[in-house]
């Protein structure tokens, strides 16, 4: 496959052959074009508003502080602002804002814990990024894996009241973010393995998966927006995934190792996906290497074709807490350097 600054030369090279530029306007032609290309590039940030989308219990094997849902907010505001205009210098322009219990919802107010945010608060926020150049993007999680924060509704899936409670949320926080371009709905991990240490565990399968995924996306898509999910449903399900998925829903597999190869069966599916023809933001990680999301870029630059290749997503899985400020600034800086690399073609 052709790299992405190879696709742009060609291009500026076909309207030199045709008389439109003159040779030496080329070069000067091809530059503009990879800025361009780059500047439309989503380089993404995943932050947590809410975190109670894990464990439903002390299960003392967990040895992970956070793991364990609560019944108040884990979010440093004063982390939250600092964050902002380190993620604008280096060149982040959108952040996904996982939301959970974090606000206080006119429809479902009862999901709320102690110092969620109210809705004129989590405006104002929003508004304070998009002054900064970032787009703001929703982030609910439905999978039954992470969604604890669903009180309990999360012990009613697939239920009338779930439905309704799903589209409410839907339907709010689209009006909430001013019908924002993509609202990300989770759907990851939603196996036994994932929920062993849980208490309570609920996983839907074969045809009940795809209704309620249908579900949400339509509630979606209904709003204005699109939806964009996680895509390793189709390691467990690839025939069936490609089958089903509808091209409409975004795409984000995500995988957090160091080598990148097609030996990897996380990261074939990175070009599975391209090779199905659907639109994708991969998703890399520092909770395991600060190398990923480098090699990442890396290797996905050269693989997916850059009409599907919309960007790239960086997550650190910790709260938005102080004692994690060093990892999301690393987190951060990991996503500057890859953008910088990337620019170069």
């Given at each position: ?98 939301l959970g219990e974090g606000v206080q919802y006119q429809t479902h107010p ?159 599916a990175y070009l599975d996906l391209e090779e199905k023809g659907y639109d ?66």
């Open positions: 496959m052709a790299t992405r600054r190879e696709v742009i030369k060609a291009a500026a090279a076909g309207l030199a052959g045709l008389g439109i530029l003159g040779a030496s306007t080329q070069t000067q032609a091809e530059e503009k074009a990879v800025a361009e290309t780059n500047d439309k590039m989503i380089w993404g940030y995943l932050i947590h508003l809410g975190y109670n989308m894990w464990g439903d219990w002390d299960n003392p094997k967990i040895k992970l502080e956070n793991w364990p849902a609560r019944p108040y907010l884990r979010c440093d505001e004063k982390l939250w602002d600092d964050l902002m205009p380190v993620m604008q210098e280096a060149g982040i322009n959108l952040v996904v804002i996982d009862e999901l709320a814990v102690k110092g969620s945010w109210s809705r004129e608060h989590l405006k104002e926020k929003l508004g304070q990024m998009r002054k900064l150049g970032i787009e703001p993007i929703p982030k609910l999680n439905f999978s039954t894996g992470h969604d604890i924060w669903l009180g309990d509704y999360s012990r009613r899936v697939s239920t009338e009241p779930y439905y309704k409670v799903c589209a409410d949320l839907i339907g709010e926080v689209c009006d909430l973010f001013d019908h924002p371009r993509f609202f990300h709905i989770g759907m990851d991990e939603e196996t036994q393995e994932h929920q062993e240490s849980y208490e309570y565990c609920v996983i839907r399968q074969h045809g009940l998966w795809w209704k309620d995924l249908l579900f949400l996306v339509g509630e979606v898509e209904k709003n204005k927006s699109r939806a964009w999910m996680w895509s390793d449903h189709v390691w467990r399900h690839h025939d069936e995934f490609f089958e089903k998925m509808p091209h409409s829903v975004l795409q984000a597999n995500w995988y957090y190792g160091e080598p990148f190869n097609e030996d990897i069966n996380y990261v074939k994708q933001i991969p998703a890399g990680s520092n909770w395991s290497s600060p190398k990923n999301f480098k090699n990442m870029v890396e290797y996905l630059a050269k693989k997916i074709d850059p009409k599907h290749l919309k960007g790239f997503l960086q997550t650190v899985w910790h709260p938005t807490l102080e004692g994690f400020r060093d990892k999301h600034l690393a987190a951060i800086s990991q996503v500057g350097e890859a953008r910088k690399e990337f620019s170069k073609g």
